[in-house]
């Protein structure tokens, strides 16, 4: 059910940055990308009956067996850092293209020349 969730997440944000045209909504189409992506990275890793993964001497028995992969977590915690700088330099970005050109629009963008 949570797979759902996040595949849908991650169509809406394919959306967003395929046909949109207003660079903010690209940026926001963006974020809702890398968020259904981080979901769907800690779904993958979820164990329901899972320990979390740190070896002592009372679960040293049942660890190897009923662990919770900590890399899908490392890796989400990664790429949420990397999704906050790529939004704060996108955002940045269009900040700069609207101080310039007066318009967040592609289509009115890409007409201009100079």
Known sequence: MMHIF????????LYGVIFKDNIIKKVIG???????????????????????????????????????????????????????????FALVLCYRIYKNFKTLDIKKISNLKG
């Open 30 to 88: 963006l974020s809702i990308l890398a968020n259904g992506t981080n979901i769907l990275l800690v779904i993958i890793g979820y164990r329901p009956d899972g320990i979390p993964p740190i070896a002592t001497l009372s679960n040293l028995a049942s660890f190897l067996t009923s662990a919770v992969d900590p890399l899908p977590q490392a890796l989400v915690l990664t790429s949420i850092v990397i999704d906050v700088s790529v939004t704060a």
């Open 6 to 13: 996040a595949i849908s997440l991650i169509i809406i944000g």
